[in-house]
């Protein structure tokens, strides 16, 4: 089946930096690939969709310009997010679509101090 | 709006009882219906799916039933075991790549 890596898969950082997660597709070239967030003992909430090649689609009221995607090869996405604050604490998850079926990778946990 | 709502939050069952958690869904156009386990610290896994084409599908100690008609799926797992013990996650898509997961089910399995 797919496999899909991610990294790093924690990170803290300080109020105010930028950290920038990686998302490969180890296995498959994915056009689509997707940006989820999670909070403790909470569901999955979609922040974006990536697209190889175009812009990112945001979710409303994901704020694009803080959450910067890029997805500039078929086996990469980065997420960054800029200017971090601790809201901005937890767990990345992205994932990618094989014929509808959706494969996630491990998660990132970020906790921005 | 569109919603999956998910029942019980949590679940506690004795090591070899059975599990059922299920799912209601609110868009008639959903056609795809994945289930996801989820251990502390990772990202989901894919366990099992059903189309809705099919009323039931069954995989070794997990089965997924489906009512198109009530708009409900529901998650069996039978002879359960502690390594069952994770967060639960049901989904509906209408077979696009948009997906609307529900809350989740903390299951226990109790040794």
């Known amino acids: 089946g797919a496999v899909v890596s991610q990294h790093p898969s924690w990170v803290i950082c300080k109020s105010g930096t930028s950290v920038k997660i990686e998302c490969r597709s180890l296995d498959f070239q994915a056009t689509t690939m997707f940006w989820y967030r999670q909070f403790p003992k909470q569901s999955l909430m979609l922040m974006a969709t990536s697209n190889e090649g175009s812009k990112a689609t945001y979710e409303q009221g994901v704020e694009k310009d803080k959450f910067l995607i890029n997805h500039a090869s078929l086996t990469l996405s980065t997420l960054t997010v800029t200017s971090a604050h601790p809201e901005d604490s937890s767990f990345y998850i992205c994932?990618?679509?094989?014929?509808?079926?959706?494969?996630f990778g491990p998660g990132t946990r970020l906790t921005v101090t | 709006g569109e919603n999956v709502e998910q029942h019980p939050s949590t679940l506690s069952v004795q090591e070899g009882d059975s599990a059922v958690i299920k799912c209601t869904y609110s868009d008639s156009a959903s056609n795809y219906f994945p289930w996801y386990k989820q251990e502390l610290g990772k990202g989901p896994q894919l366990i099992i799916d059903?189309?809705?084409?099919?009323g039931e599908k069954k995989d070794q100690r997990i089965a997924v039933t489906l009512n198109k008609t009530a708009k409900h799926f529901s998650l069996h797992i039978t002879e359960t075991q502690p390594e069952d013990s994770a967060v639960y996650f049901c989904a509906a898509s209408p077979g696009t790549y948009k997906y609307i997961f529900g809350t989740g089910t903390r299951l226990k399995v109790l040794a």
């Open positions: 059903i189309r809705s084409n099919v």
């Open positions: 994932s990618q679509d094989r014929a509808y079926e959706q494969y």
